[in-house]
């Protein structure tokens, strides 16, 4: 089946501009998470939906970044005044959220938008 | 100190020898361990997860978890050429009053360059 998928593949943008970055899930899965990878690390978590809510966005660097997902399957993240040290991988994940614990849902990474900010 | 601590490498192994990958967490309530592997300019793909102490093993693959230690670590048994990649340890937080989350908290990878 399809995996996870995220559009655009590479968006170049310059500072101070607005940018979207749209992240599909596989079909089925209510979890779904944003990551951020910048070269030679690994990647950092931003925010974690729930169905249509973000139950965990501590990782959201500041008031510029925001996610929805209206409809808790497509999500896209949003990024205002854009800022040279926001380049990096975007990276979207989706899972079927288990309720054992400990937590082991399997995330599924889909390929990536790699943002650069000029 | 990082949450997730690896070796950056390189790791340089001959093909068909045994590659030992290794991570250490510091957060004593972490629960779950994952192991993804990571090509150049691909997404991370999962290997396998362990959360009890001891051995787990996947075909080729062996992860080892000490809890006590604060390690984990994945063996690659017979590495092949096409193993070489980077090797993300990531860890499952929990939160402030000890339940999980979903959050993975991942280390900055090994890199591990299997020699034909």
């Known amino acids: 089946g399809a995996g996870v998928s995220q559009t655009p593949s590479n968006k170049v943008t310059e500072k101070g501009k607005y940018v979207e970055l749209r992240c599909d899930p596989i079909s089925g899965h209510t979890a779904l998470y944003w990551y951020r990878q910048s070269l030679g690390q690994g990647p950092e978590f931003l925010i974690y939906f729930q169905g249509t809510g973000a139950a965990d966005d501590s990782g959201l660097p500041n008031d510029r970044f925001f996610a929805v997902r209206p409809e808790g399957s497509v999500s896209t993240l949003k990024i205002q005044r854009t800022e040279r040290g926001d380049s990096a991988v975007y990276l979207c994940?989706?899972?079927?959220?288990?309720?054992?614990?400990?937590?082991?849902?399997?995330?599924?990474f889909g390929p990536g938008t790699r943002l650069t900010v000029l | 100190q990082k949450e997730v601590e690896q070796n950056s490498g390189p790791l340089s192994v001959p093909e068909g020898a045994i590659a030992s990958l290794n991570c250490t967490y510091s957060d004593r309530g972490s629960q779950s361990f994952f192991w993804y592997r990571q090509y150049s300019g691909k997404s991370p793909e999962l290997i396998m997860f362990?959360?009890?102490?001891g051995d787990k093993e996947d075909g080729r693959f062996t992860a080892q978890l000490n809890k006590a230690s604060q390690y984990v670590s994945l063996l690659i048994r017979d590495s092949q050429p096409s193993d070489s990649a980077t090797y993300l340890c990531?860890?499952?937080?929990?939160?402030?009053?000890?339940?999980?989350?979903?959050?993975?908290?991942f280390g900055t990878g090994t890199l591990l360059a299997v020699q034909p």
């Open positions: 994940a989706s899972s079927r959220r288990q309720a054992m614990v400990p937590r082991t849902d399997t995330q599924y």
């Open positions: 362990i959360y009890s102490n």
């Open positions: 990531a860890v499952n937080r929990v939160n402030w009053y000890g339940g999980a989350t979903n959050k993975l908290i």
